[in-house]
């Protein structure tokens, strides 16, 4: 599965840059996202359980943060797994350009899943993907902009 998105986001770039490394803000954003703890300076583990169609699982995995360009990109590489459910991993490298007042985040997602998931056929987990970044980005614009502000942007499948 490979996905890209671009978000206009209503903050400053270090605004979004700082809620982009706070694992607190993360774990308010991420759908499902249960628990969200830094193991190291550039390293979290989490726990998040999601429904994909029938299938609903719980995650245990581990990220963690490369090739940091404070504070303009970096990129996030993680695993999960999710029991019989399956597994999910991989990547996503992340840019944040200043636009006046606002940012500009783009990104490029690839991962792997397997297992029940994988089983489950590429449109609906990429459905799924879709609109679980659609709720992370309108979560995030409003953590960062401190108000009702919804992220102008989208997902789409590379």
């Known amino acids: 599965m490979d996905l890209k998105g671009e978000y206009r986001l209503p903050a400053p770039r270090e605004t979004v840059w700082a809620a982009l490394n706070d694992p607190e803000v993360l774990k308010n954003c991420i759908p499902g996202c249960e628990s969200l703890e830094k193991t190291g300076d550039n390293e979290m583990k989490a726990t998040v359980t999601t429904k994909v169609g029938p299938v609903k699982a719980k995650f245990n995995g581990e990220v963690r943060l ?21 597994f999910a991993k991989g990547g996503a ?66």
């Open 66 to 86: 490369e090739n940091i360009n404070a504070p303009e990109s970096y990129s996030i590489v993680g695993e999960g797994k999710g029991g019989i459910a399956g």
């Open 93 to 158: 490298d992340v840019h944040l350009a200043e636009d006046g007042a606002e940012t500009i985040l783009t990104y490029s997602v690839s991962a792997q899943v397997g297992g029940k998931l994988a089983q489950l056929g590429g449109r609906l987990i990429d459905s799924t993907a879709k609109k679980l970044a659609g709720q992370f980005f309108d979560c995030f614009a409003e953590k960062v902009s401190g108000g009702e502000a919804k992220a102008a942007g989208e997902t789409t499948s590379a």
